[in-house]
């Protein structure tokens, strides 16, 4: 969205602002990135909306790079996590199974981490790796953003980093005229290539067309001009009435305005001289229906629709998004029409439902069909017969009142034909509805998905402001059907920041859980557990704990739902101990340092229960118990506050030489499938207890985002000695504190993985890069000539792993 617009939106919040807490936006660091800035909710704050999404705080705005990619949607949104209004745009992210259950995650792209402003874009999977970025297993997300020109990011880890393509040195494309933004990609299936449209000012209101066989080489193809196609395009195919081999295309504008055409290739076509209205609520940045996006690579090839709802505010967040809608096209007497239904997934929600059927709403006879309805959230389907209508008006009062009054009435005119003010003619004399009414939000389909509004309402959910009232003036109406649905609430159902392979849903036997960057923070006056919702008798079960005020934390296994179980734990007083209520079965002395990530691994094999702890070759514990046999995993937290990370079953972890435990020195070290994870600021140090003196050391490495990642050895205990690394600058060094050795000039590739060797000859040491068969340093160097081997990471996240000695 263009600055000016976002300073009138600025302007339309700023008496709300006033009276809200509030802090600048800020840029993040790589070292740090993904930020989870977000403080605890649980959703039920005055006007927030129970299913619709709304970002856990600050500010949201347009949709961005929906996709649907390893088998969840994902929805990326223009975002200030860090205040009220719009400012430093983010990327804001939250996922879902099925459209409607959204979980908040962490921030996708953050100003100070990927380069660009940042704004509104698209975003594609690009299952056959067309442009060659994949690195793992999943498919990658691709997306595109920024102004005056085209950036390219990327995800190899479903959404949870992304990498800047060339770091962002290289724009894809720039479209003519003075100012460009908003790209949206698209897979064209009949030429079997990408297509892109970007809004430009070249000329007038209009958009760029562009090709691409790998989404990263674009050709210029054509241009759409028209005054009504103005920002946050978004262009796609509908089947007419159904039917694939009757395919056309719908070009659309931020303010849902939208033609119907022909697509070749490389020109949109249409004989339309004036466009249609998709929705139609106030369609204007900071209305309630604005910057619409389609997902894409949706299952079965739906095309699904979210736009920003800019009218929604609280305590801790402005704006939401629509409720997701389906797209059609139909034919009718005035030309193909697109239609936009709420998603099936919406019958998830429901719960109770009452259903009338052929009644005669009577003004003069009065009485309410609803009167005994009380409801917060809900969806009414009805249907009216007006071909012998005798009322001027009928409809529904929604949250209404005793004393005669309602949060909103949505009426239709049977004179005007309108239907909450908007024109809607009755097809075969009848009247057909549908609304959905949620705490902040009100939607309004009519005719099939021809009639479409959305609409921001501060709903009253206080219990003598739930009633509903069906009425009729001036006259009567039949009714044909009406159907009343409540509807629960789609948050709390999956984990925001926590790692794991485990099920949930998750509960708590004790203590508060919240959402934090680092995982999953306990607080808790005694014991607490937070038990998943998988089982099992013998596993491999591990995880990251650190203690922060708490006496002790680990992981609980074999437990009833109360937490009753095994518990291994590391404890302040400094040992590691597995128990269970009544029994400390077993325990290991060793220092345990607050603030710190701990690893802790268990084996179960019937009555035998092993303990590992920091990564060390052989148990610490091991010990036989047979009071448990199977039961839940989690994991516990006594008396204070911890943070647990990265709990998995299965031996995925961190894979290295034969060593004792491993011990930190700066930054941040974890464990999680891929291998042990990294972030510092400066340098960090993650050091094993071997020593040597001349060996060959090798292993995998990669620089998730930041600087740069490296194999130590000949350490002392602080890290100090030999380091060779790779360096997203484009280099490998050898380098001992205060002095870079050698350095070897080659590409290195945030987020892709990397082999070093280094072998040692007494001064010699030479450096192996990738599978060439030459070292690309060979240097010498005396100042230390034994130490500590290890691994390092600079002003970077990073991931070592597979790393060997001999």
């Keep these: 969205m263009r600055r000016r617009v976002c300073v009138l939106l600025i302007a339309l919040v700023a008496g709300l602002a006033a009276f809200l807490p509030s802090t600048p936006a800020v840029a993040g660091t790589a070292w740090d990135y993904p930020e989870f800035p977000y403080q605890p909710t649980t959703y039920s704050e005055p006007f927030r909306g129970q299913f619709h999404f709304s970002s856990q705080q600050g500010w949201m705005n347009d949709p961005n790079g929906l996709v649907y990619a390893n ?36 921030i996708a792209m953050e100003p100070g981490v990927h380069p660009g402003d940042l704004w509104s874009g698209g975003g594609v999977v690009d299952k056959d790796n067309t442009a060659g970025l994949k690195t793992g297993s999943l498919d990658p997300i691709v997306v595109f953003s920024n102004t005056n020109g085209v950036s390219v990011y990327y995800s190899n880890d479903n959404g949870q980093t992304f990498q800047a393509y060339d770091k962002g040195r290289k724009v894809v494309t720039v479209p003519s005229g003075v100012n460009s933004r908003d790209p949206k990609v698209f897979w064209d299936a009949a030429r079997h290539r990408w297509a892109m449209v970007v809004w430009s000012d070249e000329g007038g209101n209009g958009v ?15 241009r759409f001009q028209a005054p009504w196609l103005f920002e946050c395009p978004d262009m796609y195919p509908l089947p007419l009435d159904g039917h694939a081999d009757r395919q056309r295309w719908v070009l659309t504008s931020a303010s849902s305005q939208y033609a119907v055409g022909t697509f070749d290739g490389t020109t949109f076509r249409t004989d339309w001289t004036q466009p249609q209205q998709m929705n139609l609520g106030t369609t204007y940045a900071g209305g309630s229906f604005y910057a619409a996006e389609t997902f894409t690579n949706t299952p079965g090839g739906r095309t699904v629709q979210m736009a920003w709802e800019g009218g929604n505010q609280g305590s801790t967040w402005t704006g939401n998004a629509t409720f997701p809608a389906t797209l059609s096209l139909v034919t009718t007497p005035d030309g193909p029409r697109v239609t936009r239904t709420p998603v099936a997934e919406l019958s998830s929600l429901a719960s109770d439902s009452r259903t009338w059927k052929n009644q005669t709403i009577d003004a003069r006879k009065g009485g309410n069909l609803f009167a005994d309805v009380k409801a917060d959230t809900y969806e009414i389907t009805a249907q009216f017969d007006v071909k012998g209508a005798t009322a001027a008006r009928f409809g529904f009062d929604l949250h209404a009142r005793s004393d005669g009054t309602a949060d909103r009435s949505v009426v239709y005119d049977t004179a005007a034909q309108t239907l909450y003010g908007k024109p809607l003619a009755p097809r075969n004399g009848k009247v057909t509805l549908q609304l959905l009414v949620d705490r902040g939000q009100l939607e309004i389909y009519a005719d099939g998905g021809l009639y479409s509004l959305s609409d921001n309402v501060n709903f009253d959910s206080a219990a003598d402001s739930q009633g509903i009232r069906l009425f009729a003036t001036g006259g009567k109406v039949k009714l044909d059907s009406a159907t009343f649905t409540r509807l629960n609430s789609s948050w709390g159902t999956a984990q925001s920041t926590l790692n794991s392979n485990l099920k949930g849903p998750w509960h708590a036997s004790g203590g508060t859980w919240s959402d934090v960057a680092g995982g999953k923070q306990a607080a808790t006056s005694g014991d607490g557990f937070y038990l998943s919702a998988s089982s099992a008798t013998d596993a491999v079960y591990q995880g990251d704990i650190t203690l922060g005020t708490a006496q002790a934390g680990g992981l609980t296994f074999r437990a009833n739902a109360a937490g009753a179980g095994y518990t291994a734990t590391i404890d302040a007083a400094g040992v590691v101990k597995l128990w269970r209520p009544g029994k400390d079965i077993a325990v290991y002395s060793t220092p345990v340092s607050k603030g710190v990530a701990h690893h802790l691994q268990v084996r179960t094999d019937g009555s035998r229960i092993r303990v590992w702890f920091d990564n060390g070759a052989d148990p610490v514990i091991d010990a036989t118990d047979s009071t448990y046999a199977s039961g839940l995993f989690g994991v516990n937290t006594f008396n204070g506050t911890s943070t647990v990370q990265n709990l998995n079953t299965g031996p995925a972890g961190f894979t290295a030489f034969a060593a004792g435990q491993w011990t930190s020195h700066g930054g941040a070290w974890t464990v999680t ?17 071997r020593t040597g003196t001349d060996f060959t050391y090798e292993g995998d490495l990669s620089v998730t985002n930041g600087t740069a990642t490296g194999l130590t050895f000949r350490a002392d205990s602080s890290g100090a000695g030999y380091t060779a690394n790779i360096d997203t600058s484009g280099v490998v060094k050898l380098w001992r504190p205060g002095r870079d050795i050698a350095v070897h000039s080659t590409p290195i590739v945030e987020g892709r993985t990397y082999h070093l060797k280094v072998r040692t000859d007494g001064s010699r040491i030479r450096v192996w890069f990738g599978d060439g068969a030459d070292p690309v340093i060979d240097a010498t160097d005396s100042a230390y000539t034994s130490g500590l081997f ?3 990471t600079f002003a970077a996240g990073t991931v070592a792993q597979n790393l060997t000695l001999s």
């Design 673 to 689: 499938p891929a291998g042990l994870h990294g972030s510092s600021a400066q340098d960090g140090f993650y050091l094993s207890d």
């Design 208 to 222: 760029s067309i562009y090709t691409s066989p790998n989404l990263l080489d674009w050709t210029f193809a054509s």
């Design 71 to 106: 088998g969840l949607y994902h929805f990326f949104y223009q975002h200030n996590p860090h205040g009220l209004t719009w400012d430093t745009m983010h990327w804001g992210h939250a996922t879902s199974p099925d459209l409607v259950h959204w979980t908040q995650k962490p």
């Design 790 to 792: 290890g691994v390092n």
